[in-house]
């Protein structure tokens, strides 16, 4: 994904709806709760609404164009920020269709990106075999490494949480730590996540 498209990503999950969303196939109003697809030539998410959502929900429907996100969350058991060298608090890694893994890091002014050894990624899906299942570019492995303010935590989730992740950053960080704000937020949308998705899996 390329700087320019994740920080429009990043802009319209921090929006808020001034105006009804629509969705990004047929232009229909679409709920809170939409879908997105990601789009492989523009390389962006955009939102779907349920009968677009549908027509995606089958394999290969997108071509080599669209790829609907998954709703699907797990909480992996194994660690996986020692491998992978995780240098903050809070990263989120995304396969690419080639099999190059990139991870991407939050920070006030969006993210930064870097690639990620190969053979430390297979290290890692060797610890937890669930993440050789991660669908490229519409998955995600996102860690929130051990910190003061909580952490030690490692998900398999759907690529639009990560984005949603970057945009409540964003939106209450504050001085050069992040302040009190974005480190309550933080913790609540790991909570959300295990509500939505469940305890951890048995992987390690």
Wanted: charged share 25%; net charge neutral; hydrophobic share 40%.
């Amino acid at each position: 994904m390329t700087a320019g498209a994740l920080q429009r990503v990043i802009r319209r999950a921090g929006q808020r709806a001034a105006s009804v969303e629509r969705c990004g196939m047929c232009a229909a109003p679409v709920d809170a709760e939409h879908r997105h697809v990601w789009d492989e030539q523009d390389r962006e998410l955009v939102c779907a609404c349920p009968p677009c959502s549908l027509l995606f929900d089958r394999e290969a429907a997108g071509g080599d164009r669209y790829q609907l996100v998954p709703t699907r969350g797990t909480r992996l058991a194994g660690p996986a920020a020692d491998e992978l060298g995780v240098p903050v608090g809070l990263a989120f890694f995304v396969k690419r269709r080639d099999g190059q893994v990139f991870g991407h890091y939050p920070s006030p002014l969006g993210t930064t990106e870097s690639e990620i050894d190969a053979e430390s990624w297979r290290a890692v899906e060797a610890r937890s075999p669930a993440l050789a299942e991660l669908r490229p570019r519409v998955e995600a492995l996102l860690v929130w490494a051990g910190t003061r303010h909580g952490g030690g935590q490692q998900w398999l989730v759907p690529v639009d949480d990560c984005f949603r992740l970057v945009a409540l950053i964003r939106r209450h960080w504050t001085g050069m730590s992040g302040g009190s704000a974005v480190w309550r937020e933080v913790p609540r949308f790991f909570d959300d996540l295990g509500r939505r998705h469940g305890p951890p899996s048995g992987d390690h």
